[in-house]
């Protein structure tokens, strides 16, 4: 099956600093979508990205379906940016391989 | 935006008792929902893919007679954990299918947490 890889597995960022999450998937796929889970555990949808950019705010994303990868830009990081965030991919059918995760924590 | 609940949100049960999960989509119908497992500091991981109206399809290694599946209406799925063990013990999470724009998305509920003693 896909396997689906993320980077760096823990980030610890000064509130107003900026970073990049990446995804890396083994094999094409079709659906592509960015999460974040908050600390009570909550999966909030960012961004149904299986090509191209899209922005929202201080949050940004690219995907190149070509060379198999996806990157999460966070913009001016805020506390309540903090949580783990995931990429997941599906390939024909909308059954989800989630990646390994990035965990966030922003400092004030 | 496309609401999805859960219920209930905690739930701590004996050794061999049975548990029941609702799902709902409250603003939008799904034909397709899913339910996961998350182990602390882990990813999700499919367990089955329930379909209204058909039996749910479950990935390798999920047991179909511990996990119990029911999608009886176009926004209700429930997942029902049978003689549940202390290692049943996790994070459930459901998702609904929402076709929308040309593009179908998943949306996830808030979880429940089970806790088996």
């Known amino acids: 099956g896909i396997q689906v890889e993320q980077s760096p597995p823990d980030l610890i960022l000064q509130e107003g600093a900026n970073s990049t999450l990446r995804c890396n998937f083994s094999?094409?796929?079709?659906?592509l979508q960015w999460f974040h889970q908050n600390p009570w555990g909550q999966l909030i949808n960012l961004f149904y990205?299986?090509?191209g950019t899209k922005q929202n705010g201080r949050l940004s994303a690219t995907t190149v379906a070509t060379e198999r990868y996806s990157l999460l830009y966070i913009s001016s990081s805020q506390t309540t940016d903090s949580g783990v965030y995931f990429c997941?991919?599906?390939?024909?059918?909308?059954?989800?391989?989630f990646g390994t995760g990035t965990r966030l924590k922003v400092l004030a | 935006g496309a609401v999805v609940s859960q219920h209930p949100s905690w739930v701590i049960c004996k050794s061999g008792t049975s548990v029941k999960i609702e799902c709902r989509s409250l603003d939008f119908q799904a034909t397709t929902m899913f339910w996961y497992r998350q182990f602390p500091k882990q990813s999700l991981m499919l367990m089955a893919t329930s379909n209204e109206g058909s039996k749910a399809t479950y990935e390798q290694g999920v047991e179909k007679d511990k996990f119990l599946i029911n999608h009886a209406s176009l926004t209700l799925s429930t997942l029902t954990v049978t003689s549940a063990h202390p290692e049943d013990s996790s994070f459930y999470i459901c998702?609904?299918?929402?076709?929308?724009?040309?593009?179908?998305?998943?949306?996830f509920g808030p979880g429940t947490r089970l806790l088996v003693l």
């Open positions: 990205i299986p090509s």
């Open positions: 094999d094409s796929v079709n659906n």
């Open positions: 997941a991919v599906a390939s024909g059918t909308y059954k989800y391989i």
């Open positions: 998702s609904a299918l929402r076709a929308s724009g040309g593009q179908e998305t998943q949306y």
